[in-house]
């Protein structure tokens, strides 16, 4: 796979995010072991200890566990999962609002065209 | 742990300066970038430190000691120009380094080379400089040294041979090594590195961790050098 990092920003917070992506899609399920941090390194063509920077954000967030020996597995707390996945949400609706509003339209402008669309 | 430290490099060709007063370190388990333009002493600097070219001041300390044969035998270093005699064949290659180097792993440069469809008979006059670059570097990274130094290992091969490259580097890079890659092409390894040491007119200008610099500036590693190298 050949991943499209943006140039002017950390690559380990971008592999966080591509990561986060991928649980909330359920590409990578609940208990789910997820590649080791040589074989991430080789999916995303970077560094080792940049995947391993990732890899620990995401287990202070909960995201992840490490069982030992065994490697890092996807959180089975569904509560957890779900927050990120309404920051993540969050998140998007802001950037597209904001990038809306740089077009000239207001938030209600724009819900109204939603609605029409739909 | 430092694997490699340059202090105070200095270097003269016919009174003329061409490294003036470089220093860095390599940390084990790091990938350093040493990036400059063409002619900015980044070779020169690799040649001091494989002992290949005199050191007119300062001091390159591998693995804590003074370069030596011992430290020679821990050091694996892919040079700017391939070095393979062409009437080889693979086997021939795979002998030489067997025979010249204690921790040559021949399994391992087997599997590789098997993994690119070679076999032994091949015969390196018949290929093209892409399959020999990869051939090379396979020899290189199949030794299990302590400090791999890669002298422009993307130079003028195609976007294929260099993912294989770049690959072939992850794979086989330990965590108890260390690796210094010289390149002007930035862009293209920026995201293999840890640190970046940027050399311009025979000096360091720029060094940091490669992660921080793009927080920093908010610039990929390849801007930044393309705005601080003019």
Redesign the interface.
């Known amino acids: 796979m050949s991943f499209g990092?943006k140039?002017?920003?950390?690559?380990?917070l971008q592999i966080i995010e591509h990561i986060k992506l991928q649980i909330i899609t359920k590409v990578y399920k609940p208990y789910d072991r997820l590649p080791s941090v040589?074989e991430l390194?080789?999916i995303?063509?970077?560094?080792?200890?940049?995947v391993q920077?990732a890899l620990s954000v995401l287990e202070e967030e909960g995201l992840i566990f490490t069982e030992r020996t065994n490697g890092k597995f996807v959180t089975g707390d569904g509560d957890v999962i779900k927050a990120v996945t309404s920051d993540t949400v969050e998140v998007m609706i802001s950037e597209f609002l904001t990038s809306m509003k740089n077009l000239g339209y207001e938030t209600s402008e724009v819900i109204k065209m939603i609605e029409e669309k739909e | 742990m430092d694997i490699l430290k340059v202090s105070n490099l200095y270097k003269s060709f016919d009174n003329k300066k061409v490294i003036n007063g470089v220093s860095f370190t390599v940390q084990s388990?790091?990938?350093v970038g040493l990036l400059g333009k063409n002619g900015s002493g980044k070779t020169t600097v690799i040649k001091m430190i494989n002992d290949l070219l005199t050191i007119d001041e300062g001091e390159v300390l591998i693995n804590g000691e003074k370069i030596s044969e011992k430290t020679k035998a821990i050091v694996s270093y892919l040079p700017e120009r391939t070095y393979l005699d062409s009437s080889q064949t693979v086997s021939d290659c795979i002998k030489y380094f067997s025979d010249f180097y204690a921790d040559f792993d021949k399994t391992k440069a087997l599997e590789l080379l098997k993994d690119l469809g070679l076999d032994g008979e091949n015969s390196l006059s018949k290929m093209s400089k892409g399959m020999k670059e990869k051939i090379q570097l396979i020899l290189v990274m199949s030794r299990r040294a302590k400090l791999y130094i890669l002298d422009e290992p993307f130079g003028g091969v195609d976007p294929s041979t260099r993912?294989y490259i770049?690959?072939t580097i992850?794979?086989n890079?330990g965590?108890d090594s260390a690796m210094l890659i010289t390149t002007h092409l930035i862009?293209d390894v920026e995201?293999?590195?840890?640190e970046v040491l940027f050399i311009d007119n025979g000096k360091i200008i720029l060094q940091g961790s490669?992660?921080?610099l793009?927080?920093e500036k908010?610039?990929?590693i390849?801007?930044i050098f393309r705005r601080e190298v003019k």
């Open positions: 990092f140039s002017d920003t950390p690559i380990y040589r390194s080789l995303y063509e970077v560094n080792p200890n940049t920077k | 388990g790091k990938i993912d770049m690959k992850l794979k890079f965590d862009a995201k293999i590195l840890d490669a992660e921080q793009r927080e908010g610039l990929s390849d801007g």
